[in-house]
């Protein structure tokens, strides 16, 4: 996977969810996300954290580093990148439920925090 492709949801690998019956929690931290501001140009930093119940799919580790990588170069700004992220993760898993935070590094004295969440209807 080269740094400049643009992130998309196939990018994300699945595997059989081991317990389809049970619901239960799986958290992801990604404390090292990268991307840039498309205003000023300057690179963003911040930790994105997934919270999902798994309906039938889990989503492998390596994808989703992968897939994160790709942001680097991308200007987007952090509400957008945000529920990009989360409307990726459910298009590629179809999780029962999801939440997505991105906690970014203060800038200029403020930091921001950014939390989308998602809700099967089956």
């Known amino acids: 996977m080269q740094a400049t492709e643009t992130p998309s949801a196939n990018q994300l690998e699945l595997f059989p969810n081991p ?55 991308q200007g987007i700004f952090y509400e957008a990148v945000t529920n990009r992220l989360l409307d990726d993760f459910v298009a590629a898993a179809q999780p029962r439920r999801c939440q997505v935070v991105s906690s970014w590094t203060p800038r200029g004295g403020i930091s921001t925090i950014v939390t989308c969440n998602y809700e099967s209807q089956k």
Not at 34 to 61: K, N, R, W
């Open 19 to 73: 317990s389809p019956g049970r619901d239960y929690t799986i958290e992801i931290v990604c404390p090292e996300f990268t991307s840039v501001c498309p205003v000023t140009g300057q690179p963003d930093f911040g930790t994105i954290t997934f919270t999902y119940t798994p309906e039938a799919m889990c989503v492998e580790l390596k994808s989703l580093k992968l897939y994160l990588q790709q942001f680097r170069n």
